[in-house]
């Protein structure tokens, strides 16, 4: 049975004490192990940003963003090592998860007792004395007023 591929999420936060090639050094393996192992969506790098609270003793970190595709089993291969590779202060990766969109049960039955209460007019809205873009205005209205429930 072949496996999927999935779409991961990983977030790398790289110590700033191995100095700008330092942090290019271990972006460019990091990267390229991706790209070996995996189909790279993107690489994206946040740059230095300081910290909330000390991590290792150090105040700020270069964070690296990277999105792939692949098997399953990389991701942890991924941080197997980034844990062993020096530099790097943390590791996060998170698979991509499509949500579909729920709708609640409250706009569901305002939306059907709006179908049986305005029931759709049978001929052309010129017989109603509404212009069409009067109709066509009112039909995003209730489109966003749906988004919001």
């Known amino acids: 049975m072949e496996e999927t591929q999935k779409s991961y999420e990983a977030l790398v936060m790289l110590s700033c004490k191995t100095g700008g090639e330092g942090v290019d050094t271990i972006v460019d393996k990091l990267k390229s192990l991706v790209v070996e192992r995996a189909d790279l969506e993107f690489c994206k790098e946040w740059g230095k940003k300081k910290l ?16 792939f595709v692949s098997k399953s089993d990389f ?6 090592i980034c844990r062993i590779t020096d530099g790097v202060l943390r590791t996060m990766v998170v698979k991509h998860v499509v949500k579909k969109k729920k709708v609640s049960k409250r706009a569901l039955k305002k939306a059907k007792a709006d179908e049986v209460s305005d029931p759709a007019p049978e001929g052309p809205a010129e017989n109603l004395g509404e212009t069409a873009s009067d109709v066509s205005s009112e039909v995003p209205a209730v489109a966003v007023q749906e988004e919001k429930a």
């Open 75 to 80: 991701p942890a291969e991924f941080v197997r």
């Open 52 to 67: 909330a609270y000390p991590v290792n003793k150090e105040a700020e970190a270069y964070y690296v963003l990277f999105d």
